[in-house]
């Protein structure tokens, strides 16, 4: 979970100060500069994890969801969820299921943007891309020499992924303040504007 609070009275009291004649609307203001903060946020956050990830920038954006902030509670938040994904949801070689000499000697995948693709084996235990009943489909691999039972390999969780302090989150980090201040300033401005009409 990632939260945007203020210190509401110091902060609140500046844009009521700047507001001047209409400083009782400094709490709303700070609200919507919270809010559209989240709101970009979330998107520049999406775009960094697809910088670092082989996976669809769609699935970071449903992964993340934003709690707005209200004038009474200033305080936004963009919330996390999911469990870890399947490796195939990234790039992997081949993705559908073969049988007999169809079959590939080996299948690869990353997960890394920069990485190269690895080999998915342990041992002599290689991965396949298997179909089960239910139609659903995944790279798996033996437990030991026997056909059953199969796991799916899985990868890093996207809640884990976004809040990854080196190449995600602590990227953007730096440019919410930025951002907050940009939004601040943008509605005071339409506040303003908006009331002298």
Known sequence: MIVFTVDDNGLVKTIADQLGEYHDKAPT????????????????????AKDIYV????????????????????????????????????????????????????TTGKVLVKSSMKRLEMGDLKAFVA?????????????????LPLRKLLSPSIPKMIGNEQQVYGEVQPKIAELLDANIRKYIKKTVEAKQK
């Open 29 to 48: 203001v700070l609200k919507q500069a919270l809010n559209a903060t989240a709101k970009d946020a979330r998107s520049m956050l999406a775009t960094q």
């Open 55 to 106: 996976i669809q920038k769609s699935k970071f954006n449903k992964a993340m969801t934003i709690k707005n902030a209200s004038a009474r509670k200033l305080e936004a938040l963009i919330v996390t969820a999911g469990a870890p994904l399947e490796l195939i949801d990234f790039k992997s070689n081949p993705k559908t299921p073969s049988t007999g000499a169809a079959r590939p000697e080996v």
């Open 131 to 147: 179909k089960f009943k239910s139609g659903h489909v995944s790279i798996v691999q033996r437990r030991g020499p026997e056909r």
